[in-house]
DNA sequence: ACTATTCAAGAAAACGTTTTCATAAAATAG
DNA sequence: CTATTTTATGAAAACGTTTTCTTGAATAGT
């Protein structure tokens, strides 16, 4: 089933065969023709085996992300994964599990396993170990990170979408407006609470600490965290969810605490995953392209995966940045003059 | 950076070098020593394709699944990467789009890349191919779908999750009850139905054609699919979904008509996605174990690769069948005597 | 008609490992 | 003290390709 037997059939040698299936030099048409009939009638594939040792190629890149169960991750995978594929790459899946440790294993590891490029779309600061990655002459492109220059990447306006969000709340009539922080180690959390500070700043609202609430471990604590900021600050208006699953947990806890949404809490997102839209009421959010990303990751791969295999070197790295664009559905709504003006509201749509 | 120039520092031949690597034979500790140290120094990783080509493994296996943003799937994957990761294995992703074609030629693709195994979660009857896969004696894990004894399998008790989700509508008095049909070419929904079907005749009810709706095309015709069905039949009680988004899909139309849930209509899903506790109500379903679904598929397949290692062969095939189980939450409601009483609730609740 | 050039195809080297074969020293057995 | 086994290492073959080096035939240029 090797190259040999193909030859064999086909009564010329090695290197025919293998010139023919490459299209490298002239093979005469005849022979072209007796060698591609004998390796169709062997059903011959190469080893890739063989193959890369020659080349130092694979054809493979890496999906580097934390948490393929985060549902922005699923739309930027399946952008990648579209786009390499039909470029004949393959794509290895590596979740990291957000575990920083295991993200360098992994790296080495791969590493060793001569893939072709990385795409990490992890979201942490620390990019040490991905700068000697580019330095080693390995192509990376981050998705969803840009803090960096020096490394190819495709990333968001997450300054924008902090902006956009909070600018629509306070457009619609809002003042108190609670922000939702993520994992502050995350920049992307960082730009879009800037966003959202300059905001307000832009409409002469006074940013207020008290005002800002953080998830400190996970989104469970989250639920009694608004509880507690509810108790504490009962005239709170809208709030500015850092990302959509973030406003669903919120939207759960107020929900319990007998409060409507967005009758007593106008509430806006940002991320627009799928989900977002099928909720009732729906969320408005602040839609990032994910699956748009993630494609354009994998172009921006491809391209100086190409580059190197032509100069033997990498491009001067390029960081591109996605719009972002607020979708108004259904958990936002203008806040109303006063407290008897409200309950005439409610009469009214009863 | 070869494996030779370890050895020249070490002052030894390349044999000494991959012995000492791989721990094969005898090598004096003292050797041992100066050549992990060269190999340490040089920071030396064995190139991936030349051992490759030697063993005829590659430590890579293939997911293929149908669509990563179906919400079912990065659970799976989730499981699968976690134990292959844990084993020294890599996890190519193939998300093949629902379409066969497409499956086949990154089979045929894959294969040429000599893939140690293949775990599939895609989910059509047709499975030609895959049999041919195992025929040619590569190691290949069904997860999600047991129609076929012949290959290795980890799947759930689909017929017992349509069971016990009619079951239950039946109990909380609900006798008018509509079963939401997925593709009836995935034999998953097949066996939902016939478990709705049996639920039904072991109460005493008779299953009427016109209570089944299918999903023709996409989600979004399910939504006036819906609408035209509470037209025609406006005193409909329960449903039971065969798949949580599908459920979200109807909660979504049937709150558009005025109706609430699970006032008017008592639901239950089946799968219990991540989102189906998020929700409001949170939805009642029942939960199949899907991380541990992936989990075990790729316990399995490693079982297989190993095995296959050792003796040359694959071992007997084996399925091995989940257990699912409902999880009462908000959807679902217990039938009122009356429509009079019912009116009277409603009041009440007020 | 004789040399350049292009076209066509085989022989063999190379890619970086692992593994077999060969050999020698050391340990053990009789 | 020799004969065998065990320990330790190097040389070389093998894995299946691609690619360089040759060589030969055909075509073109004077």
Known sequence: MGIREVAKL??????????????????????????LDAAHRLNYSPNAFAKG?????????ALVIPDISNMIFPKITQGVEKVMRKNGYITVLCNTGEDCGAEQDYIKFLTGQRIDGF?????????????ELRDQGIPVVLAGRYNDESIDAIGVDNFKAGYEATKYQIEIGHQKIV?????????????????YKKALEDYGLKFREEYVLYELYDSISLYSQTRKLFERIPDIEAIVASSDPKAFMLMR???????????????VG???????SIIDPPLSTVAQPLTEMGELAAKKLIAQIKHKEKTGKL??????????????RGTT?????????RHKFVELEQ
């Open 10 to 35: 086909a009564g010329v040698s090695v290197s025919t065969v293998s010139r023919t299936l490459n299209e490298t030099t002239y093979v005469k048409d005849e022979t072209r023709l007796r060698v």
């Open 53 to 61: 040792l020659k080349s130092n190629k694979s054809n493979t890149i």
């Open 119 to 131: 795409i990490f779309a992890t979201l942490t600061k620390n990019t040490a170990y991905i700068n």
């Open 179 to 195: 922000f939702v922080m993520g994992n502050p180690k995350l920049c992307l959390y960082e730009q879009r609470l800037a966003g």
């Open 253 to 267: 806890a107020l929900r319990d605490m007998g409060k409507d949404i967005p009758g007593d809490v106008s509430i």
């Open 270 to 276: 940002i991320d627009d995953v799928e989900f977002s």
């Open 315 to 328: 491009m001067e790295p390029t960081v591109d940045i996605l719009d972002v664009k607020l979708i108004v």
């Open 333 to 341: 709504r203008k806040r109303r003059q006063n407290e008897s003006d």
